[in-house]
């Protein structure tokens, strides 16, 4: 082989290797900012809504077994220096293993060629499943396949060649015991290490969330529901006031979410109150929204007369009856006196009771769903489950 021609492909390598690190140091950066950092400002590669990298940086598909991509192409540019400087690495004792990488280029090249082919892979799912794109990563996808035309040696077997020379190149390394002990415990603490960020999720927060929220809102029945009028424990010192619509739709998940809390911690009681956003009953609405949670409010609230608020509670928020009809066939399962709780449901008290909870919210600022309150600490929106165990833990709940 041509010395120089190795040489300028070894320069070529470096350079393209260089822009590669410090770009995803950027990448790096932008998705700690993205998911660790609340107060961080749009990183200068989020321009609209399609062209997004903070988006993409917050999403589930940027990150692989829990460590973010950004990361997998750091090692991938360090692994490609590392290849670079082996021949003369390998001369001090403690890394004398580097001898086995008898043709460095060739390692390169394959590297390259297999991480643009995954890179094309992330295209697709960013195109057309996220819809959005990453310009910095897609930078990096075309610096992956520069980098490995740049190693490669077409004119001598070109990539079918340079797998080939790895190929031969890893059973002549194994063929030493040493090594071969040495490459089966590297594998374990690699595989060992991808176990605990796949499963902690450590350095993704975006997928615990997810799966956490995924708990709550793939659930069609509440399995943390309580019976009568009473959730967490009565006088506790702890007060967990929570607003909630039956219409809303992510109050479904939340109820489950705050039932699980009282499941789970001791010293609160959450206490339930109707934000209807229904122009029938919510005079500070100016246009239609989730008609029919005015009705459910009605009911629900008098259901608690006859003891069973939580009951029909989580079975509203499952079922979301549009009709007194439907409501009943509700009610007859849980076996309330249904001409009673019409009555009740229908009555000035009960109207005058929601409409008192509805200005309380109001005069508090609190005019969305689902919201907490907390001694003076208001959560508005959605928060997931560990955030609000968090909150109500600062608040002096108690883990059982």
Not at 18 to 34: D, E, H, R, S, W
Not at 72 to 98: A, D, E, H, T, V
Request: glycine share 4%.
């Amino acid at each position: 082989m041509d010395i120089s021609k190795e040489t300028a492909r070894k320069i070529t390598v470096s350079v393209l290797a260089l822009i590669g690190f410090v770009t995803t140091i950027k990448l790096a950066v932008i998705y700690y900012n993205a998911n660790f950092n609340p107060y961080a400002l749009a990183s200068f590669c989020s321009v609209n809504d399609f062209i997004d990298c903070d988006g993409i940086a917050k999403t589930t598909e940027s990150q692989f077994f829990g460590v973010p991509l950004a990361f997998w192409g750091l090692f991938l540019y360090s692994f490609i220096f590392l290849m670079l400087l082996s021949p003369k690495l390998k001369n001090f004792r403690l890394l004398k293993f580097l001898e086995v990488f008898k043709n460095p280029l060739s390692y390169i090249s394959m590297l390259g060629l297999i991480s643009f082919i995954i890179s094309m892979i992330l295209l697709c799912v960013s195109l057309f499943e996220i819809h959005k794109l990453c310009i910095l990563c897609a930078f990096t996808y075309v610096l992956n396949l520069l980098i490995s035309i740049a190693a490669t040696d077409f004119q001598n077997g070109g990539w079918l060649g340079a797998f080939k020379t790895c190929i031969q190149d890893f059973f002549d390394a194994v063929k030493n015991k040493a090594y071969l002990a040495a490459f089966i415990c590297v594998m374990l603490a690699a595989g060992g290490f991808l176990f605990w960020t796949g499963t902690s999720y450590k350095f993704a927060p975006q997928v615990k969330r997810q799966k956490q929220f995924k708990e709550f809102f793939a659930a069609k029945h509440n399995k943390y529901a309580v019976s009568g009028n009473v959730l967490g424990e009565k006088n506790a010192p702890v007060k967990v006031h929570v607003y909630t619509d039956y219409m809303c739709p992510i109050c479904s998940g939340y109820n489950i979410m705050i039932h699980k809390l009282a499941r789970e911690l001791q010293g609160i009681e959450i206490i339930h109150h109707d934000l209807p956003l229904d122009m029938e009953c919510n005079k500070y609405l100016i246009r239609p929204f989730h008609n029919g949670s005015c009705l459910m409010a009605k009911y629900a609230y008098a259901s608690a007369l006859q003891g069973k608020f939580w009951d029909i509670n989580s079975l509203f928020f499952e079922n979301k009856p549009q009709s007194v009809e439907e409501i009943k066939t509700i009610s007859d399962k849980l076996g309330l006196n249904f001409e009673k709780l019409q009555n009740d449901a229908e009555s000035t008290m009960v109207k005058n009771s929601i409409q008192k909870s509805i200005d309380n919210a109001y005069s508090q600022k609190i005019d969305a769903t689902p919201a907490m309150k907390v001694d003076d600490e208001i959560v508005i929106g959605l928060k997931s489950y560990d955030d609000l165990k968090a909150i109500l833990i600062k608040h002096g709940a108690k883990k059982k």
